[in-house]
């Protein structure tokens, strides 16, 4: 992959007439115009923003313009842990100036000099594709800078990036973003993130879960697509859209809140046996050709709002889905089915049974299954206290809370 994009990268800027430089090359290429000056090994440019920033700030540069350092391989006058301050003494100036952005590809193509970056609370906003291409590059602190939008591509092909900490308030993560990083079980999305751009943790080898946040209202195309996830944590009740091809996970429960408005083409949960969508009406919800096609839609429950269901049965699509069935009626202490079925709930403790043998998932509002087994008779669960959707042999879906 990495090759393929350095041949189309290098075709383009052949084309535009710019040649591709060696790190032999760079001592005898700064550029002037790319920073103003130089403090402990960090290149910095004077700026002057009226409407953004009150006086005049620093960004941190490069010593090279943006087109030479997309172009130049294995970069190496950003080394080793690189601590930006909040502010730089200017002598041209005589004054101290407070560091407010980073330049697009800064950092890019460190490709083995590079080890970790903190980031200061002053830094308002990152460029686009900023530490691209650091492949040895394995942690950024950014958690307490006021930066709101991870930009397009800013860690993309980053392969030993595996922590990094992102600042609350933070809405949005780019396209990109994180493409083809090594992050682990331990990744936080800050809860005010509401939208997760296209492609932007795709490829990630050693992601197997992903834990949404509350506020997130977007998933973009291919947000977490490539390396097959074991659980994803539906943690939003605002979530609206959902893209084509967004993850690949063997997640056995998803739970879509009332909110969603449209699906894309190829939900990708091959090992789902159950569906639970909170909309009122399936009409609302926009789907692409072949949202549930990799969907085992006879095998997959599907449950919907008591009053909806028969509108689902005649949506295009959700029809498909062999058995659709009521989310019976919510209940504080119990909820009973005419057919011999019923859950209730006692000092933390549900108790579920059932008059023939019936297998029984218990899962919490986010779609983690708590607990389960088989019932023949009756059978007790002990639980935190919360609100649980508990399914009884596949075809029935009780919600209930415990206190």
């Given at each position: ?14 084309i535009?007439?710019?040649?591709p ?26 700026m ?27 970069l ?40 970790s ?25 950014m ?55 296209g ?36 943690r ?28 894309g ?67 504080t ?71």
């Open positions: 992959m990495k090759k393929i994009i350095r041949r189309a990268l290098l075709l383009i800027l052949s535009g007439g710019i040649a430089m060696n790190a032999e090359q760079q001592a005898t290429t700064d550029d002037p115009t790319t920073y103003d000056f130089e403090a402990d090994g960090i290149y910095y440019k004077i002057v923003d009226a409407e953004v920033h009150d006086g005049p700030y620093l960004e941190v540069s490069s010593r090279l313009t943006e087109d030479e350092q997309l172009t130049s391989w294995n190496n006058f950003y080394k080793g842990d690189i601590v930006i301050p909040d502010s730089v003494f200017v002598e041209q100036l005589n004054r101290q100036l407070p560091v407010k952005t980073i330049r697009p590809l800064a950092f890019c193509n460190m490709e083995e000099s590079l080890y970056v903190t980031l200061p609370p002053t830094l308002t906003k990152i460029g686009e594709l900023a530490f691209f291409n650091c492949a040895y590059l394995k942690s950024i602190d958690h307490s800078t006021q930066v709101r939008v991870i930009p397009k591509s800013m860690c993309s092909k980053c392969f030993s990036l595996s922590r990094i900490s992102m600042p609350e308030g933070l809405t949005e993560i780019g396209e990109l973003a994180f493409f083809n990083c090594f992050f682990r079980n331990d990744l936080t999305i800050p809860e005010s993130v509401i939208r997760i751009g492609f932007a943790f795709a490829d990630n080898m050693f992601l197997t879960s992903f834990r949404m946040s509350k506020s997130l209202k977007r998933i973009e195309t291919s947000a977490l697509n490539g390396y097959e996830l074991e659980h994803i944590e539906w939003s009740d605002s979530l609206e859209y959902i893209g084509s091809c967004p993850f690949n996970t063997k997640d056995s429960v998803i739970v879509l809140p009332k909110t969603i408005r449209y699906i083409m190829y939900l990708c949960a091959p090992d789902l046996r159950e569906l639970i969508c909170k909309a009122d009406d399936p009409a609302l919800i926009e789907l692409e050709d072949d949202a549930f096609s990799l969907i085992d839609t006879e095998a997959c429950s599907l449950f919907v709002p008591a009053e909806s269901v028969e509108l689902y049965r005649n949506a295009p699509q959700w029809c498909e889905f062999s058995h659709i069935a009521p989310i019976e009626q919510s209940g202490d119990s909820v009973e089915h005419d057919n011999g079925v019923s859950v209730s709930a006692s000092e933390g403790v549900l108790t579920v049974s059932s008059s023939s043998a019936a297998s029984v998932s218990v899962y919490d509002v986010n779609g983690r299954r708590a607990t389960g087994g088989t019932v023949c008779g009756k059978a007790d669960y002990r639980v935190s206290p919360g609100i649980y959707l508990v399914t009884v042999g596949n075809r029935r879906c009780f919600k209930i809370s415990v206190k």
